[in-house]
């Protein structure tokens, strides 16, 4: 890594634009496969049984944790923006990461 | 810079955070619902069992699907003008797309699932 | 030890010296002693050496730094240096960038103070625990060094962007009660190329050698020119 971008709210903006790219890729797939059920839920139940594998539930593990990131660290963004300055910036990017691998770890746990 | 222009901007920046906090809510409870609904395996009846027939579950996931809509296609305008060669009005459009895309179909699934259920 | 310096201007390449290593020794004096001792034609800025001008900005293995108050033991990995000139600034010559856009921009923010009185009126009655003027006074020492814009990634992707010193001083400005400038400077730093372009990396927070908040000043900014456009002010 470049030296000038290897500090936390460097990475904390990188996960945040990397996480919100990957959602917004995932969201067609994710509203496709809502719109199986619709149309043929034995088509869907198909996709779910298929997707119980190792690999797709730690894929959809990452998933939750790209949401996770995402969220916390918009909500560490809302908070810079929006109100006063607190100097503890570094601790709320450490926050939202432990939150966000948190989540992860509680799906997958719970997923498997 | 033209004022009109300014207040644009201004206008956007402000509905992709306002959307970004009414998502906190939504994500919230979508993360929630993941983690307890997917216990024990996710079916289509599981799913059309909460959602069908339920006015709550449907108005939530209509907020959720406009928000979404307003804040996604607004970051990727952010990702494309600043990561990408592609003429501004050529990102226009395709963020306008974009929006028309997730709110069709997250609108058109939310309504489908609300209607397969019963009571 | 090893220094390898920018030669050149967009074009160029990088030329090694050897150079004589001493204890309590910057940067600044390295690249002096090189243009002494070894090639007279290397050119570089520098003024007070002291670290209150800032003209000696440089980057330093990677880093905008002052090179008068770095030293060589706290940057010099393995006994190398290499020295190129600030980053997002037309190269004219080895270590010497144009700074006209830098400053252009600084204008361009309505960077500088525009009062009412004269000499013949009372002093503004200020109070330095006034919040606002404690704000201002947080971001006033700012002497155009260049380093936090050097670091910038929004400048890399939007070469129209203000940056963080321009917007930085007019945060100043706006906090300042004696200042008559007001919504003109809010319409000058709103939008995409203004504050709200800042996506709050904080790399010009890690960079400023002064301990300066551009990335808070910026975020204040938001808030103001936001505020602003709300209530139809900005035209």
Redesign the interface.
């Known amino acids: 890594m470049k030296s000038i971008h290897n500090h936390p709210n460097y990475w904390a903006f990188i996960m945040h634009r990397f996480s919100g790219l990957a959602l917004v890729a995932f969201l067609p797939v994710h509203l496709y496969v809502l719109g199986l059920a619709l149309a043929d839920s034995s088509a869907f139940d198909n996709f779910i049984s298929w997707s119980n594998t190792p690999l797709l539930k730690f894929l959809e593990t990452v998933l939750v944790v790209f949401l996770s990131a995402h969220l916390t660290g918009g909500v560490r963004l809302l908070a810079l923006e929006f109100l006063r300055w607190r100097d503890w910036q570094k601790s709320m990017v450490a926050l939202s990461c432990g939150i966000s691998i948190c989540m992860g770890l509680v799906f997958f746990l719970n997923a498997t | 810079m033209s004022a009109s222009a300014l207040r644009t901007e201004t206008y956007l920046w402000l509905a992709q955070r306002l959307s970004a906090l009414i998502l906190t809510i939504c994500i919230t409870v979508h993360i929630a619902t993941m983690i307890i609904a997917v216990q024990g395996g996710l079916s289509s009846e599981e799913i059309i069992a909460r959602i069908g027939g339920s006015k709550i579950w449907l108005c939530f996931y209509l907020v959720f699907v406009s928000s979404v809509a307003v804040h996604a296609p607004i970051g990727l305008k952010s990702i494309m003008r600043e990561m990408t060669q592609i003429p501004m009005k050529r990102i226009d459009f395709l963020s306008i797309l974009f929006s028309l895309i997730i709110g069709v179909l997250g609108i058109r699934a939310a309504f489908g699932l609300y209607g397969l259920g019963g009571a | 030890m090893d220094v390898s310096i920018w030669r050149g201007g967009d074009d160029g390449e990088y030329q090694t010296y050897q150079v004589p290593r001493l204890e309590s020794q910057t940067v600044l004096d390295v690249v002096t002693y090189i243009q002494r001792e070894l090639d007279p034609s290397l050119s570089y800025r520098f003024a007070c050496r002291v670290g209150v001008c800032g003209s000696c900005a440089m980057t330093v293995?990677?880093?905008?730094r002052w090179t008068c108050r770095t030293h060589v033991s706290k940057v010099a990995e393995g006994g190398q240096l290499t020295l190129d000139p600030l980053n997002s600034m037309p190269r004219v010559k080895d270590l010497v960038v144009d700074m006209e856009t830098f400053f252009n921009k600084w204008a361009d923010a309505k960077g500088s103070f525009k009062g009412d009185k004269t000499r013949d009126d009372a002093l503004a009655d200020i109070s330095p625990d006034d919040p606002k003027r404690k704000i201002s006074s947080a971001g006033i020492e700012c002497i155009g060094c260049g380093a936090c814009y050097a670091?910038c990634d929004?400048i890399k992707?939007?070469p129209d962007y203000l940056g963080p010193a321009a917007l930085n001083r007019a945060w100043t400005l706006v906090n300042d009660e004696r200042d008559v400038t007001g919504l003109e400077r809010l319409?000058a730093v709103?939008?995409?190329?203004g504050c709200?372009g800042c996506?709050?990396?904080?790399?010009c927070?890690?960079?400023c050698p002064k301990s300066l908040?551009p990335?808070?000043a910026i975020?204040g900014l938001?808030?103001e020119?936001?505020k602003a456009?709300?209530k139809g002010e900005?035209?």
Do not use: F, M, P, Y
């Not at chain 3, 293995?61 to 905008?64: P, S």
């Not at chain 3, 996506?199 to 790399?203: I, L």
């Open positions: 293995n990677g880093k905008a670091t929004v992707w939007n319409a709103a939008g995409d190329n709200l996506h709050s990396q904080q790399g927070v890690e960079r908040n990335t808070g975020a938001k808030r020119t936001i456009v709300l900005l035209s």
